[in-house]
């Protein structure tokens, strides 16, 4: 039995997938890990890119695009690890991430799953990097954005738990699927994923499913990238991924609150009009208007004389991961964004996807 597999679902980002598979590759070098790769009918040449430089991971080629959750459960099926790790392909993780993952797991016996502390190209710390329960109340707060108004309130921000810190380790009812780093006991006692979810809603599920099966979940203050985004927007094309997010909502509460017929119409028609009012000011990526700055990272004030709204350009042949995201997490608030340039292959990555020159 190996200690961990890592099991990553593709849809048309090749070059986030090998920045991702780059990172995993060199994050378990001292671990007895297996890696795989489910592509989702990409029909872009993903699969011709990927395997001939990683042959070491297993690749699963699906004839068409069934969705993440069932992709996931695809090679979940087939590993035999003691934990199992969901990882988006839009990420990136630090040479110590896993080994600290693992160790935790190995500490706390009644850790079903934990999750890290997610931040996106400017080093701004993801939400859903920790989340609590969704109860009716909860997800009405989170409907009526009465978070926003509230963000460190335990009552009306308790969907990201904005009340509990960021840098320190917590107790987090809900975890991100796009690092799911769960003992693999625990997904076979709930069965792994439910299908029923396309995409999004799926990890609130799979994270109350373990809660319900007697475990406890995490969040870890360790640092990952999560351009977020990426693989949804190939997925689901610009504007539909707000139907499978909050059909997924729907879903959810279907499964766990089947209360009161006036309560679940109540919910379903703030879910219907939540997402009818995100389709009119849904926003777009901007391009990038100023030239990137070549930065080394290397240097301790190499960020000094950075103006806020600046992007960066990073070498990744020069600097660890680890420090890579140590500096970026430094940088939160600042307005830097940074680009990841990998020299072998020529593609610097951004918050959009491959950077032009």
């Not at 500490?107 to 989340?131: D, I, T």
């Not at 921000?157 to 509990?164: I, K, V």
């Not at 006991?185 to 999004?200: I, P, Q, S, T």
């Not at 009161?260 to 919910?267: D, I």
Request: one cysteine or more.
């Amino acid at each position: 039995m190996k200690q961990l597999a890592i099991v990553i679902v593709n849809y048309k980002v090749p070059h986030f997938v090998a920045q991702c598979l780059d990172s995993v590759l060199q994050a378990t070098r001292n671990i007895d890990a297996e890696v795989w790769v489910v592509d989702n009918a990409s029909g872009d040449g993903s699969l011709e890119m990927l395997s001939p430089q990683y042959p070491s991971v297993h690749f699963i080629a699906n004839s068409e695009n069934v969705g993440f959750a069932r992709a996931n459960n695809q090679a979940l099926r087939q590993v035999d690890a003691e934990y199992s790790l969901l990882l988006n392909p839009d990420t990136l993780i630090g040479e110590s991430t896993l080994e600290a993952s693992l160790r935790f797991m190995q500490e706390h016996p009644e850790a079903g799953a934990l999750g890290v502390r997610m931040m996106n190209a400017q080093g701004e710390f993801l939400a859903e990097s920790k989340r609590g329960l969704v109860t009716p109340f909860v997800a009405f707060c989170k409907i009526a954005q009465l978070g926003r108004l509230f963000p460190k309130s335990a009552v009306f921000n308790r969907y990201y738990l904005g009340h509990l810190s960021k840098v320190e380790v917590q107790e987090a009812p809900i975890l991100s699927g796009a690092f799911f780093f769960a003992r693999s006991e625990a997904l076979r006692k709930v069965g792994y994923l439910d299908e029923r979810y396309f995409m999004y809603g799926e990890d609130i599920d799979l994270s109350y499913s373990i809660l319900q099966a007697g475990y406890r979940n995490y969040y870890l203050p360790i640092p990952m990238l999560h351009y977020k985004g990426e693989s949804e927007s190939a997925a689901q094309g610009e504007g539909r991924y707000l139907d499978a997010f909050y059909g997924a909502m729907e879903l959810f509460y279907d499964k766990y609150h089947t209360g009161q017929a006036w309560l679940r119409r109540l919910m379903h028609g703030a879910i219907r009009l939540k997402k009818s009012l995100d389709k009119r000011s849904q926003k777009k990526t901007l391009p990038l208007t100023n030239r990137p700055i070549a930065v080394d990272l290397r240097q301790p004030d190499a960020l000094d004389a950075i103006p806020s709204g600046s992007a960066v350009v990073v070498d990744l042949s020069l600097i660890s991961y680890d420090l890579l995201l140590q500096t970026m997490c430094g940088a939160e608030g600042r307005g830097i964004t940074f680009l990841l340039h990998d020299p072998k292959r020529k593609v610097t990555l951004g918050p959009g996807g491959i950077v032009p020159e």
